[in-house]
């Protein structure tokens, strides 16, 4: 089902991609190993975070939060966006309207 938006998906998804890739080990979602992550060209790291964001956008629809790596993905409703964090600083935030 994914998180309510008033922005379209496409541009949501490549700023989450953007965001998710951020997040300096975020391969540990799939339980990847950091050899395999190094292996991967740039073509397939992007696959990766691509189908990540495609993952995080709809299990926050019934998940309000979710551990990537050492970071934390957050839908916020009330603020309409979805904000990324690693540790206690916020890296960034997809707006979703």
Known sequence: MGVKHGRDYGDILQDLTKAVAS???SYV??????????RLGTEDRLEVH?????????ALGTQ??????????????????????VGDQQMTFVPLV
Request: no cysteine; glycine share 4%; charged share 25%.
């Open 64 to 85: 309000p939060s979710i551990d990537v790596g050492s970071g934390v993905v957050i839908h916020d409703p009330v603020t309409h966006r979805i904000n990324i964090l």
């Open 23 to 25: 997040i300096p080990d």
């Open 29 to 38: 979602f799939f339980e990847m190993e950091a050899e395999d992550w190094e």
């Open 50 to 58: 691509e189908a990540l964001a495609e993952d995080l956008f709809y």
